[in-house]
């Protein structure tokens, strides 16, 4: 059963940082993308950034708020993905979800990833 526990979330002011972490279960994710989505109250969910590996390269992908801010990394050896979150703004509040892709492409849209980790909340105050 592959599971996926996301933790590191909290309340922070901004320009703090802040590091989520996403532990994977059940499944070598090794070839396959991981994401980052986040989802604020009446918004719709939009995938922060991504991250796959083929070839033996790693690719990275970033939405626009995101560049330069936020760095999305994985270890393989322990089946964990990290979303280090800097210089963090109140626009940032959300309930941020860790997802995998049984694939190797590159993709920011929700609908191609098959698992999904319970979800964890990010507060950023002023």
């Known amino acids: 059963q592959v599971r996926l526990v996301e933790s590191g979330g909290g309340l922070v002011q901004a320009g703090d940082s802040l590091r989520l972490s996403c532990a994977v279960s059940?499944?070598?994710?090794?070839?396959?993308?991981m994401g980052w989505f986040r989802q604020a109250p009446g918004k719709e969910r939009e995938c922060v950034a991504a991250?796959?590996?083929?070839?033996?390269?790693?690719?990275?992908y970033y939405v626009d708020s995101a560049k330069g801010r936020f760095t999305i990394s994985r270890d393989n050896a322990k089946n964990t993905a990290f979303l280090q979150m800097n210089s963090v703004k109140p626009e940032d509040t959300a309930v941020y979800y860790c997802?995998?892709?049984?694939?190797?492409?590159?993709?920011?849209?929700?609908?191609?990833?098959?698992?999904w980790g319970q979800g964890t909340q990010v507060t950023v105050s002023s």
């Open positions: 997802a995998a892709m049984t694939d190797a492409k590159a993709s920011m849209r929700w609908d191609e990833y098959d698992y």
């Open positions: 991250i796959s590996w083929r070839g033996g390269n790693t690719y990275t």
């Open positions: 059940g499944w070598s994710f090794s070839s396959y993308t």
